[in-house]
């Protein structure tokens, strides 16, 4: 049966404890009617005794799991397909975002289970895109339309993620394929180190139900969405073209902190928050729902899985 709050809406299930397997063909036809619509659909009540309970669970929609590439933050491995949610410090926001929307190739699906709900925060905050994209004014949507975006990283140098990392390989003729095949730019630095830039769409149309969504990571890759002190401190140590990962318009001036300061406020506006429960699943649509994390105390395990794979 479903309860609404907003986004998600809340699925339990139909007999007090009945497992994700057992209640496979009702959230399947949920689902099927719900998910396009609403965005995202928290699974809560159900048993989910591990992360292979999940595993099967996320693998049962048809779609392969699909692995994390070109990843742009630190995760573990937990099962084939199955991810730790992002390995920053306990301490630390990590902003509303539609998963991998900094490049062209991202997931259509994504799945959170919480294994260990923390004892005080750690919230995954979710946000519709589609009510981002409404509410933005509209000349500056047209500016980021217009021009598109490039996003520059550096990898590794102990600031960011290492190449081998991100793109699951030691081998410099594989990472050049990739970025061949994704319209990635490349450069190898004279420290062995990696720099590539990439030009990429602000918004984008949901491919089944043809609504456009804001689908960008600007406001977070840029260097504004530091904390002042970190942001100063890193300028100090390397210049801004080898900042771990930096964001400009697509023709490569700079944008206005101001800008992203309104994208900032309208993600803050349509934010939806609820405390995590032992055993929640959270099914998201990644193109009509972001998700981010909120500061956290004591343990917190939620790992993620993702299937679906689309292009610009």
Known sequence: MFSKINLPLVLT????????????????????????????????????????????????????????????????????????????????????????????????????????????GGETPIADSREVYRLLDPALRQRFIDKGLLYVRNYGNGLDVPWQQVFNTGDPAVVEAYCRSQHIEWEWKDDGELRTRQL?????????????????????????????????????????????????????????????????????????????QQGDVLMLDNMLAAHGRAPFKGARRVVVAMAQGQGA
């Open 200 to 276: 990429c769409q602000a918004v984008a149309t949901h491919p089944r139900t043809g609504e456009t969504v804001w689908f960008n990571q600007a406001h977070l890759f840029h260097v504004s969405a530091l904390e002042a002190s970190v942001r100063d401190t890193l300028l100090a140590v390397v210049d801004e073209e080898d900042l771990p990962r930096h964001v400009y318009y697509g023709d490569g001036s700079p944008i206005e902190e101001t800008v992203l300061d309104q994208i900032r406020a309208v993600y803050d506006s349509v934010t939806v928050r609820f405390p995590w």
């Open 13 to 120: 299930p139909p007999a007090p404890g009945m497992d994700l397997g057992s209640a496979h063909d009702h959230i399947q036809a949920q689902v099927a009617e719900h998910l396009e619509r609403v965005g995202g659909i928290l699974l809560r009540g159900f048993a989910v005794p591990d992360v292979s309970a999940f595993k099967d669970f996320a693998a049962s929609f048809g779609d392969p799991l699909l692995n994390y590439e070109f990843g742009s933050t630190p995760r573990s491995k937990v099962e084939q397909g199955v991810y730790t949610s992002t390995e920053y410090p306990a301490h630390q926001s990590i902003p509303l975002h539609n998963e991998q929307a900094y490049t062209r190739q991202w997931p259509m699906r994504i799945w959170f289970y919480c294994h260990t709900a923390a004892p005080e």
